[in-house]
């Protein structure tokens, strides 16, 4: 009901401003429609979905109007999601790694340590055949799959160096409530603990925990370096940022209204993924500048964590269609 109000009431305030021009009535019909993260501003999530609405506007000539909001102001990473399902709130921008819980065969991307650079990525998830694949399993799950942009990799952050394997272990590292990630870091002999991400900072200050994971982007926006006195550069998962809408909202759509909802996600896609290639040579200097170092791994490091994460593989290729995983994996791992 809380998410219902708020479409009802965006929707009277913008064609209430439709109606006023110079004393007329306009007969034009202007909406407006949430759309939520769970991110804060200055991240490339928000970037994406203010360029997203900025082109729906655009595209409309102003007939279709989008409101962000980010912070959690709609509700977590699950909340958003049963509400897009829904239909309460039509458009959700978040990372992948929640939404295993309700679309297991997005685990795909919890296959650690495939890429060597983010180009790889991108090639890989814009395959034709791969977008084919994994946008029927949003439509099975009640969304549709507008693209991904992403925030580069994601990396370690800790108070121990790391050069070699044997130095992960029992490092009492945060990471997502997700099992594969849990795996992971297992199999490296650290000790992963689920923890909420507000809660993250104080953690680390007061030693709860040791380290932490993800992007450059997010470690800035913050402030998590301040507490850490390495950046390990794992690059163990891309970190994934997905433009989903519920699948019954698009379906009320009309045909041109979709082809604008298409068109302006592509362009926000490509816009989102060159602001995330610009800031992270940004974020790599905040962290230096801090004297916080990075470290990166051999060659030689990361074959080894490879071969330490077959059992993660193993799992992910028993728990995701077989076609799915063939797609994704090809040119990469021997199947």
């Not at 994601?154 to 490092?171: A, E, H, L, S, Y």
């Not at 370096?225 to 970190?239: C, G, K, S, W």
Request: aromatic share 10%.
């Amino acid at each position: 009901m809380k998410f219902k109000r708020i479409i009802a009431l965006s929707t009277i305030f913008i064609s209430a401003l439709s109606l006023c021009s110079c004393g007329k009535s306009s007969e034009v019909q202007t909406y407006a429609w949430p759309l939520g993260t769970s991110s804060p501003e200055d991240t490339v999530t928000q970037i994406y979905a203010e360029k997203f609405a900025e082109e729906v506007y655009r595209l409309s000539d102003g007939q279709m109007v989008i409101q962000v909001y980010p912070n959690s102001v709609l509700g977590g990473d699950r909340e958003l999601l049963e509400s897009c399902k829904d239909g309460d709130i039509p458009f959700v921008v978040q990372n992948t790694a929640p939404q295993v819980t309700f679309l297991p065969d997005v685990a795909i991307f919890d296959m650690p340590c495939m890429f060597g650079t983010i180009d790889q990525v991108r090639s890989k998830v814009d395959d034709p055949k791969f977008m084919t694949e994994i946008s029927q399993v949003y439509l099975d799950g009640g969304y549709q799959l507008l693209g991904y942009a992403d925030q580069g990799f994601r990396v370690m952050t800790t108070n121990k160096p790391v050069k070699t394997i044997n130095d992960f272990k029992g490092q009492k590292i945060r990471t997502m409530e997700n099992s594969y990630h849990l795996d992971f870091w297992k199999a490296l002999s650290a000790s992963p603990t689920p923890m909420t991400f507000s809660e993250v900072y104080i953690g680390l200050q007061q030693g709860t925990i040791d380290a932490q994971e993800n992007p450059y982007e997010v470690i800035v926006s913050n402030r998590l370096y301040e507490q850490q006195d390495y950046v390990i550069e794992t690059n163990h998962l891309p970190h994934l940022i997905s433009l989903i809408v519920s699948d019954d909202f698009m379906n009320e759509r009309t045909p041109e209204e979709q082809e604008i909802l298409k068109e302006a996600a592509a362009t926000a896609t490509k816009y989102a993924r060159q602001q995330s290639d610009d800031r992270i040579a940004s974020r790599v200097a905040t962290i230096e500048e801090s004297g916080t170092q990075i470290i990166p791994l051999s060659d030689e490091m990361r074959n080894e964590i490879q071969k330490l994460s077959k059992p993660v593989y193993d799992n992910i290729k028993s728990n995701v269609a077989p076609e799915l995983y063939n797609i994704y994996t090809e040119g990469i791992l021997k199947n």
